[in-house]
């Protein structure tokens, strides 16, 4: 597919979400959460926000809270208009592909983060869900969405519900944090990251030695090499 390059254009043009800089001292309240998850819920109605289910992980779950499950099926559709002029472009035997994407920026605002400035003038992200850097190779990171997946989230959902301060003048340990506390506070078990290290290597041979058409799928769910590869010592 041959794209002029005037069809590509800067993602400076497209419209910016985000929950600012702040200065300190710097406490968010329930009443910033009930914005940042409004804020949200209008981004995912962007037809480019289909990459954030294409993602999987934790940006998978955010914006199934903000659409339903029924969304599902729609992303399988094909690209947004977006796509072409602001997406991810791969080259790939003479031909040009495309497929929506999402900035750094706009995964930071999925998972509600703040740029907070802090004394030395350097700045801090604090962010009311784990960013994709503390959730991959954390204890939750197992290749798909499990039950125990699951009841965090809604775990979180409660904390963040029954536990962040309404005043700002209170404190409490609900409120958005850092990438490192969200890696302490997701480790659980420690094996996890052995396990999701082999699924990946399991799921690149197979892919690179072994699927084709449409058998791609069931192959994929059937192999008894994916399962032999991520129980092995």
Same mark, same amino acid.
């Given at each position: 597919?041959?794209? !002029? &390059?005037?069809?590509? *254009? !800067?993602l400076s043009e497209l419209r910016t979400y985000s929950l600012?800089?702040?200065? !300190?001292?710097? /406490?968010?309240?329930?009443?910033?959460?009930?914005?940042?998850?409004?804020?949200?819920?209008?981004?995912?109605?962007?037809?480019?926000?289909?990459?954030?289910?294409? *993602?999987?992980?934790?940006?998978? *779950? $955010?914006?199934?809270?903000?659409?339903?499950?029924?969304?599902?099926?729609?992303?399988?559709?094909?690209?947004?208009?977006?796509?072409?002029?602001?997406?991810?472009? $791969? %080259?790939?035997?003479? /031909?040009?592909?495309?497929?929506?994407?999402?900035?750094?920026?706009?995964?930071?605002?999925?998972?509600g983060t703040y740029y907070v400035y802090t004394n030395n003038?350097?700045?801090? /992200?604090?962010?009311?869900? &784990?960013?994709?850097?503390?959730?991959?190779?954390?204890?939750?990171?197992?290749g798909f969405w499990s039950s125990r997946c699951e009841d965090?989230?809604?775990? *979180?959902?409660?904390?963040?519900?029954?536990?962040?301060?309404?005043?700002?003048?209170?404190?409490?340990?609900?409120?958005?944090?850092?990438?490192?506390?969200?890696?302490?506070?997701?480790?659980?078990?420690?094996?996890?990251?052995?396990?999701?290290?082999?699924?990946?290597?399991?799921? %690149?041979?197979? $892919?690179?030695?072994?699927?084709?058409?449409?058998?791609?799928?069931?192959?994929?769910?059937?192999?008894?090499?994916?399962?032999?590869?991520?129980?092995?010592?």
């Open positions: 597919m041959a794209v !002029p &390059p005037s069809a590509r *254009r !800067p600012r800089y702040f200065r !300190p001292p710097f /406490k968010a309240v329930y009443a910033d959460y009930i914005t940042y998850e409004q804020y949200r819920h209008e981004f995912m109605k962007e037809d480019r926000a289909r990459a954030a289910l294409l *993602r999987g992980g934790i940006l998978w *779950r $955010l914006a199934l809270h903000s659409l339903g499950f029924d969304i599902l099926p729609s992303v399988l559709i094909g690209i947004s208009q977006d796509a072409v002029p602001f997406g991810q472009m $791969l %080259s790939l035997n003479g /031909k040009t592909h495309f497929d929506d994407d999402l900035s750094e920026e706009e995964v930071d605002f999925i998972c003038g350097c700045i801090e /992200k604090l962010s009311w869900w &784990p960013r994709p850097q503390a959730w991959a190779g954390s204890g939750l990171d197992v965090w989230f809604q775990k *979180r959902l409660e904390n963040i519900r029954q536990g962040v301060s309404r005043r700002r003048d209170s404190s409490d340990n609900n409120g958005p944090v850092n990438n490192t506390r969200w890696k302490q506070g997701l480790k659980f078990n420690a094996a996890t990251k052995k396990f999701k290290k082999n699924l990946d290597t399991a799921c %690149s041979n197979f $892919l690179a030695t072994k699927a084709s058409g449409k058998s791609l799928f069931c192959r994929l769910l059937y192999t008894s090499d994916i399962f032999s590869a991520f129980t092995d010592d």
